[in-house]
């Protein structure tokens, strides 16, 4: 079973940064895209960040564009994400996520909760 664990959330001000980790252990299938989505209260879950197995390829919420970068480190298991120029809209629990069945990192979106292995979550508060 994977098992995903995140870190490096935490209290920010607006335009600053947090970068995120994910570290994933267990059996694992090594060109599993993964990724992040986020949550906060009173909000539906929603996409983030995701990226392929080999890095090549990322995908991002247009909300998010040109601020958050996702990258991956497959040697260390683990996924990031750098979250620059952050917003007070930006405050969210993260979850980290890994596709269980590798489909293509565009499609995400519309993938139901139990597509995905979850991390237990980071909570980002951005203060204004």
């Known amino acids: 079973q994977v098992q995903l664990v995140e870190s490096g959330g935490g209290l920010v001000q607006a335009g600053g940064s947090l970068r995120l980790s994910c570290v994933a252990s267990g059996v694992i299938f090594t060109r599993s895209p993964m990724g992040w989505f986020r949550q906060a209260p009173g909000k539906e879950r929603e996409f983030v960040a995701a990226i392929t197995w080999s890095g090549g390829t990322t995908h991002y919420r247009d909300s998010v564009k040109g601020r958050f970068t996702i990258s991956r480190d497959n040697g260390k298991n683990t996924v990031y994400l750098q979250m620059n120029s952050l917003k007070p809209e930006d405050t969210a629990v993260y979850y980290c996520?890994?596709?269980?069945?590798?489909?293509?990192?565009?499609?995400?979106?519309?993938?139901?909760?139990?597509?995905?292995?979850w991390g237990q979550g980071t909570q980002v508060t951005v203060s204004s």
């Open positions: 996520a890994a596709d269980r069945f590798v489909s293509a990192i565009t499609g995400w979106e519309a993938k139901s909760f139990e597509y995905f292995s």
